[in-house]
Antibody, heavy 120, light 107 residues
Framework: EVQLVESGGGLVQPGGSLRLSCGAS????????LSWVRQAPGKGLEWVSH????????YYADSVKGRCTISRDNSKNTLYLKINSLRAEDTAVYYC?????????????WGQGTLVTVSS | DIQMTQSPSSLSASVGDRVTITCRAS??????LAWFQQKPGKAPKSLIY???SLQSGVPLKFSGSGSGTDFTLTISSLQPEDFATYYC?????????FGQGTRLEIK
């Protein structure tokens, strides 16, 4: 069974930084592309970033480009998202998700999410 | 960026009804379209990929169709557990954009 467990969320001041982690199990981690998706309170889903399998290509939403870095450690079965220069509008639940392909694919599994609150 | 527009934004239906939700892409996306279900306070659940293929374990009451720019999600014989918000997402080109969601409520 695929399991994805996010951590690292919390309260951060505007302008601060945060690194989210997502521990994975139940599948061959390095063989699958992964995503981060976020959801602001009361709002819809917003795709944030993607990384391909193994040492894969990375892509970002315009709203986080230049402030975010997605990475993966295949030896630790862990996905990361580093966000800098945090803004109030980054407040959201952040979900990590497994895609159904090596380079990319539809999301087939989701973590439970971790809440990031940006406020002074 | 590809814009995904769902209609309706909200929908009231009764237990036992059959409902259809539409998702339109601002440009052709072949069949690179997924559907998700989300209940309040919970993570999304993946329902459909490649426009019409069911994810493992998803009941046959859910079906998807379409290609190009116009897609539909149909849910037959609604049960109480089906009342939720549904999202479409294109994964044809980056950024992989979502629709705004369709809230399915009990009438």
């Amino acid at each position: 069974e695929v399991q994805l467990v996010e951590s690292g969320g919390g309260l951060v001041q505007p302008g601060g930084s945060l690194r989210l982690s997502c521990g994975a199990s139940g599948f061959t981690f390095s063989s699958w592309a992964l995503s981060w998706v976020r959801q602001a309170p009361g709002k819809g889903l917003e795709w944030v970033s993607h990384i391909g399998g193994s040492v894969g290509s990375t892509y970002y939403a315009d709203s986080v480009k230049g402030r975010c870095t997605i990475s993966r450690d295949n030896s630790k079965n862990t996905l990361y998202l580093k966000i800098n220069s945090l803004r109030a509008e980054d407040t959201a639940v952040y979900y990590c998700a497994k895609e159904g392909g090596y380079n990319y694919g539809a999301i087939d599994s989701w973590g439970q999410g971790t809440l990031v609150t940006v406020s002074s | 960026d590809i814009q995904m527009t769902q209609s309706p934004s909200s929908l009231s239906a009764s237990v036992g009804d059959r409902v259809t939700i539409t998702c339109r892409a601002s440009q052709g996306i072949n069949n690179y379209l997924a559907w998700f279900q989300q209940k309040p306070g919970k993570a999304p659940k993946s329902l459909i990929y490649a426009a019409s293929s069911l994810q493992s374990g998803v009941p046959l009451k859910f079906s998807g169709s379409g290609s190009g720019t116009d897609f539909t999600l149909t849910i037959s014989s609604l049960q109480p557990e089906d009342f939720a918000t549904y999202y479409c997402q294109q994964y044809y080109s980056y950024p992989f954009t979502f629709g705004q969601g369709t809230r399915l409520e009990i009438k």
